[in-house]
């Protein structure tokens, strides 16, 4: 993966719960908006709806249940994930977009997760939650976050595993959206594409020196 969108549906993702892809998504509480693509036709959206449990979550995504429950100050309890594994270095960057109608104290929460070379653990981050952009007195539709678009770093070359999840907080009433799109790294070359570099540079330097060879 050096550039990823979901233009091809979610070819060489994993994912529980309810993940699929849309082009776009229009809601109208409170104040109306559309989410659509930032990359190609098609985005990745994950619903929080009553789901997997979190102990599930948590082991798809090679992390823990309390590790989950951490990142808000209810309790998390049911949503759907998406992984995927690539070969990358420097840094992956990625969009996203949080949107629902829950308020607080319901926190529902979107979060990325990556593991690799470098990586102590399951590295655990959270994007969004309700509690982040929703007024706690209007008692009302939190609508969303728009996007945004985040960078983690890789230590090293490798490989690794970048997991995405979102999940309802306290109760399980009410859906929350977290959509994901435009994920991009710098690709480290396969060894067998490495190798047949290094043959073709060494070819077109032998192939010189050869012609030079005096004649006997």
């Given at each position: 993966?050096?550039?990823?969108?979901?233009?091809?549906?979610?070819?060489n993702?994993?994912?529980?719960?309810?993940?699929?892809?849309?082009?776009?998504?229009?809601?109208?509480?409170?104040?109306?908006?559309?989410?659509?693509?930032?990359?190609?036709?098609?985005?990745?959206?994950?619903?929080?709806?009553?789901?997997?449990?979190?102990?599930?979550?948590?082991?798809?995504?090679?992390?823990?249940?309390?590790?989950?429950?951490?990142?808000?100050?209810?309790?998390?309890?049911?949503?759907?994930?998406?992984?995927?594994?690539?070969?990358?270095?420097?840094?992956?960057?990625?969009?996203w977009?949080?949107?629902?109608?829950?308020?607080?104290?319901?926190?529902?929460?979107?979060?990325?997760?990556?593991?690799?070379p470098?990586?102590?653990?399951?590295?655990?981050?959270?994007?969004?939650?309700?509690?982040?952009?929703?007024?706690?007195?209007?008692?009302?539709?939190?609508?969303?976050?728009?996007?945004?678009?985040?960078?983690?770093?890789?230590?090293?070359?490798?490989?690794?595993?970048?997991?995405?999840?979102?999940?309802?907080?306290?109760?399980?009433?009410?859906?929350?959206?977290?959509?994901?799109?435009?994920?991009?790294?710098?690709?480290?070359?396969e060894?067998?594409?490495?190798?047949?570099?290094?043959?073709?540079?060494?070819?077109?330097?032998?192939?010189?020196?050869?012609?030079?060879?005096?004649?006997?």
């Amino acid at each position: 993966m050096c550039h990823g969108n979901f233009s091809s549906d979610l070819t060489n993702w994993d994912k529980v719960g309810i993940v699929t892809t849309a082009a776009s998504y229009t809601y109208s509480d409170p104040q109306g908006g559309t989410i659509s693509p930032t990359a190609g036709t098609q985005v990745a959206e994950l619903r929080s709806s009553r789901n997997v449990r979190r102990n599930s979550l948590a082991s798809f995504l090679g992390t823990t249940s309390g590790t989950l429950n951490s990142l808000v100050s209810s309790t998390a309890l049911r949503g759907s994930a998406m992984r995927t594994t690539f070969t990358g270095s420097v840094s992956v960057t990625f969009d996203w977009n949080m949107w629902t109608r829950d308020y607080p104290p319901y926190d529902d929460f979107s979060f990325v997760t990556l593991s690799g070379p470098g990586i102590t653990d399951t590295q655990v981050t959270l994007l969004a939650n309700v509690d982040a952009f929703a007024d706690p007195s209007s008692n009302g539709p939190s609508n969303g976050t728009s996007w945004n678009s985040s960078t983690l770093n890789l230590p090293v070359d490798g490989v690794y595993t970048i997991g995405f999840g979102v999940m309802n907080a306290r109760d399980n009433a009410v859906t929350s959206y977290f959509y994901v799109d435009n994920l991009e790294t710098t690709c480290v070359p396969e060894p067998s594409t490495a190798l047949a570099a290094f043959f073709a540079i060494g070819l077109v330097c032998w192939l010189p020196y050869r012609r030079r060879r005096p004649q006997i």
